[in-house]
């Protein structure tokens, strides 16, 4: 089956630095991709979908300039946390969606991102 | 996209049938209900989707009224490993792709020895 993989699964920052998150679609293309958090026990909340080779459409209430998305291939999109705080501390996870043929959406495993 | 009701937990035995029910009143007639499975500190599994009627696969059934207002996700003889929480999605297009996702707050199932 189709695999989705995130890098870093755990990441430790201080608080005001930055943190880039990848997504990779590791068998497959995927012209769009979905980026989530959760917070602790708590559903998945989408933040902004990312088409390749384009601007990415961000959720009500997500700041487009903390978050940072880049979608430059058809295997690869990233996060970046800008200056994070601690309560941008949860686990992000992304999905993509797969171009051929029913066009399904493969979740990763998620990161786990602490701000200290 | 429809908004779905789940309970928020339960509990059942190794070796026992669960079903999981899942309202949508508001579902539309090109909408699909699909179900994922989701373990602490991973991202969610598809378990199954279908449009109408009953849909089976090699883990789980799935039973939708005339109606269409709701939906039953069977998992058969469940084991410890089954513990986790489902979300009930309902929204257009096939194929598992229902693009935005929108998650509501899951069932969490204890399955216990």
Partial sequence: GAVVSQHPSRVICKSGTSVKIECRSLDFQATTMFWYRQFPKQSLMLMATSNEGSKATYEQGVEKDKFLINHASLTLSTLTVTSAHPEDSSFYICSAQSTDPTYEQYFGPGTRLTVT | ?113
Avoid at chain 2, 21 to 50: E, K, L, M
């Fill in chain 2, 1 to 113: 996209l429809a908004k779905t009701t789940q309970p928020i937990s339960m509990d059942s035995y190794e070796g026992q049938e669960v079903n999981i029910t899942c309202s949508h009143n508001n579902i539309a007639t090109n909408d699909y209900i699909t179900w994922y499975q989701q373990f602490p500190s991973q991202g969610p599994r598809f378990i199954i989707q279908g449009y109408k009627t009953k849909v089976t696969n090699e883990v789980a059934s799935l039973f939708i009224p005339a109606d269409r207002k709701s939906s039953t996700l069977s998992l058969p003889r469940v084991s410890l490993s089954d513990t986790a929480v489902y979300y009930c999605l309902v929204g257009p297009n096939y194929g598992g792709s229902q693009g935005n996702l929108i998650f509501g707050k899951g069932t969490k199932l204890s399955v216990k020895p």
